[in-house]
């Protein structure tokens, strides 16, 4: 078939291939899954970040791992601005969005009914801050 040797039978369920750490949240939709690890591993000069990691179907870049493939099936991780921790994250039909310990929102995917709530319809391949006029931030 046209897909052999690149979907993995998911009928039953198997370990995450992650580099490092282990997963302590998921969200999923029809055909996207993110996972937020516990990594903590050495990001910058002074920050330790959990990590977010995305697969699944991305032709709108609901994945958020900067990529323009249309099927990532390997974990890839997202990457949010460098002193952002994620704490949470949610996925909708073909976009997804994560909370920070700072308190900003972050979303990244298909906006063509404004929901990455940037104000606009662009889709998007990478988180962007979600920015509010009256807050700053979300």
Not at 40 to 51: E, G, K, N, Q
Not at 94 to 113: F, M, T
Request: with cysteine.
């Amino acid at each position: 078939s046209f897909f052999k040797n690149t979907v993995i039978d998911t009928r039953f369920p198997s370990i995450l291939p992650l580099d490092e750490g282990k997963c302590v949240d998921v969200a999923a939709s029809m055909a996207l899954s993110i996972c937020l690890t516990d990594t903590r591993s050495y990001y910058s000069v002074a920050w330790f970040v959990d990590h977010l990691y995305a697969y699944g179907y991305n032709r709108y870049g609901q994945c958020g791992a900067d990529v323009k493939a249309v099927n990532i099936y390997k974990p890839l991780q997202i990457m949010l601005d460098e002193d952002e921790v994620p704490k949470k994250v949610v996925c909708g039909f073909q976009h997804a969005c994560c909370l920070c310990e700072s308190g900003r929102a972050y979303a990244w995917g298909k906006a063509d009914h404004g929901q990455l709530g940037r104000g606009d319809v662009d889709l998007t391949f990478k988180p962007l801050m979600v920015v509010s006029s009256s807050w700053g931030y979300v």
